[in-house]
């Protein structure tokens, strides 16, 4: 089975410069979630999408961030414009039950020049 | 507010020295506790999950157990491929699911 996909694996940018991201799920897996990462932390919680509907966006920061996910499978997180401080690690989750075991992907390293 | 605290920040072990990783946590009713590994570089990968109080989940050398109050992970006679960072997450009873993360233990295992 194949896991949850992700790219591009690692991006630089300047700050004020926009980025996105993509995610493929696990084949099936119905629930969909960003969160980042930064160095020296645990994963936080962006946002939430149970199909192609938002379940939870209340730390995204809606002002630069944001997410979409057209057909209930593959996801797409922008930012724009970038700040010094979004540089992180992005991870995408998926799982196939609301409160189930997530499986994450490898993530995209982001710095912010 | 949900917290997950995890213990200690780092810890150094000789190759077959076992030891116990805390994780802490307090919650608005607890739906479950997930345990993850992260290697450099990569996603956390899937290890355990406890759902009450005196459960016990196994997996090679890793032995995950559930209190009211904490968790623990029991790492027994360790191996260098053992070395990683250990995440501990909490899913609140309330939520929509989302995981509630702690910084991790970073842990170190030499030959």
């Known amino acids: 089975e194949a896991g949850v996909a992700q790219s591009p694996r690692y991006k630089i940018i300047e700050k004020r410069q926009s980025v996105a991201f993509w995610c493929n799920p696990i084949?099936?897996?119905?629930?969909l979630y960003w969160y980042q990462q930064i160095l020296g932390q645990g994963p936080k919680l962006l946002i939430q999408?149970?199909?192609?509907?938002?379940?939870?966006d209340s730390q995204l920061p809606k002002d630069r961030f944001s997410a979409e996910r057209l057909k209930g499978v593959d996801s797409t997180l922008k930012i724009q414009p970038a700040k010094l401080e979004d540089s992180a690690v992005y991870l995408c989750?998926?799982?196939?039950?609301?409160?189930?075991?997530?499986?994450f992907g490898p993530g995209t390293r982001l710095t912010v020049l | 507010e949900d917290q997950v605290t995890q213990s200690p920040e780092a810890l150094r072990l000789q190759e077959g020295e076992s030891s116990s990783l805390n994780c802490s946590y307090t919650?608005?009713?607890?739906?479950?506790l997930f345990w993850y590994r992260q290697d450099p570089g990569k996603g956390p990968e899937f290890l355990f999950t406890?759902?009450?109080a005196g459960e016990e989940k196994e997996k090679e050398r890793l032995k995950a157990t559930l209190t009211k109050k904490e968790s623990f992970l029991h790492i027994t006679a360790p191996k260098p491929e053992d070395s990683a960072t250990y995440l501990c997450?909490?899913?609140?009873?309330?939520?929509?699911?989302?995981?509630?993360f702690g910084k991790g233990t970073k842990l170190s295992v030499k030959p």
């Open positions: 997450a909490v899913q609140a009873g309330g939520s929509q699911g989302n995981l509630i």
């Open positions: 919650v608005s009713g607890l739906r479950g």
């Open positions: 406890l759902y009450s």
């Open positions: 999408f149970q199909n192609n509907g938002v379940v939870d």
């Open positions: 989750a998926s799982s196939f039950l609301r409160q189930g075991e997530q499986f």
């Open positions: 084949s099936g897996h119905a629930t």
